[in-house]
């Protein structure tokens, strides 16, 4: 099978920072609880002159940057979000028209929750392989959300979780170990209605979580041939440390091989995997030839996981 390799990142971050103090300000919670209960210290909110969009244009225009191709380049643009700016033009069709991004290419925005960016760059790669452009072959895939308007800030189990950012990627079919594993099942279990506020049975979401997050990662080892220790990184949906804690656990994993950002960033839903992405390949922690596994898990219920590789720079030659 014909893999899947990451060749560029960047992010979008809202500038009005939130702290757990400042949300014990608003409702009835602390510090302490938030942190020992989910990991977050803090996280990002929109400001004046900020939303979803600007978001997403931003880190799309850095992966662009940092990838160093010509926008000409880009085979397909999808923005994974449930927090878009409008319901149409899409988030996607608004980092075509900001960036430059060719006219005749699929532009559209995924909805698969906090699973969203696995399910946007396994569609992004069905579409390179089915266009099979040579003029085109990278595809340009944007998590982004604007949870802190779809909050009830006097619903203390949800409103201290979650927060605002953006984090894009560019791909490239390529030689390599890939796999993808996308599933969900109708479940009710976090349900936001057209215009919020966020809804969240807590405990039935730890219980899924801690049951898809290692199934996943099992699953598309063992498509992709790989076992735990060939990784070099496991980036999980940014949920909760404790979801995270509980499964490495299980797997009898090595910790420092997950990567976790949820004490900077609270869940971002759709954002969190490429954020978390962007902040290993800005800190020279991702380097090619590096094998990595994300998965997500979330709203829907849905789950998705995918193993791909670090690739190089492309070259003026490719």
């Known amino acids: 099978m014909e893999g899947f390799q990451l060749i560029a990142t960047g992010a979008g971050i809202p500038s009005r920072i939130v702290t757990n103090d400042d949300m014990s300000r608003i409702v009835d919670t602390s510090d302490e609880w938030i942190t020992t209960r989910t990991g977050i210290r803090q996280r990002r909110f929109c400001a004046e002159g900020e939303d979803a969009g600007s ?5 799309a225009r850095q992966a662009l940057a940092n990838s160093g191709l010509d926008p000409a380049r880009i085979g397909c643009c999808l923005c994974a979000t449930i927090a878009a700016r409008y319901l149409t033009p899409t988030n996607a069709c608004l980092i075509q028209q900001e960036l430059g991004l060719p006219q005749d290419i699929p532009v559209l925005d995924i909805n698969a929750a906090c699973s969203g960016f696995i ?25 982004c959300e604007q949870l802190s308007r779809l909050m009830d ?11 605002d950012a953006a984090g894009a990627a560019i791909f490239k079919l390529s030689d390599g170990p890939f796999a993808v594993d996308l599933g969900a099942r109708g479940d ?12 969240m049975d807590g405990s039935a979401v730890f219980r899924f979580a801690v049951d898809a997050l290692p199934r996943s990662l099992h699953t598309v080892l063992q498509e992709a041939g790989l076992t735990l220790d060939q990784l070099d990184w496991v980036v999980c949906h940014q949920a909760n440390s404790r979801i995270i804690d509980h499964c490495i656990k299980k797997l009898k ?5 997950f990567y976790k950002n949820m004490d900077r960033y609270g869940n971002t839903s759709a954002a969190s995997i490429p954020v978390a992405l962007h902040e290993l390949a800005e800190s020279g922690r991702l380097t090619p030839g590096m094998r990595i596994a994300c998965i997500g898990f979330g709203g829907g219920l849905t789950w998705g996981g995918m193993v791909l590789t670090v690739g190089p720079r492309p070259t003026a030659q490719e």
């Open 119 to 143: 399910y946007g760059a396994a569609v992004a790669r069905g579409l390179l392989a089915s266009r099979n452009d040579p003029a085109r072959p990278y595809a340009l895939v944007v998590g």
């Open 188 to 199: 009710m279990a976090i349900k936001v209605p057209e215009g919020g506020p966020i809804q």
């Open 253 to 257: 994993a090595d910790p420092a091989k």
């Open 55 to 59: 978001m997403a244009i931003e880190a």
């Open 153 to 163: 800030m006097t619903d203390r189990s949800t409103c201290v979780l979650f927060g």
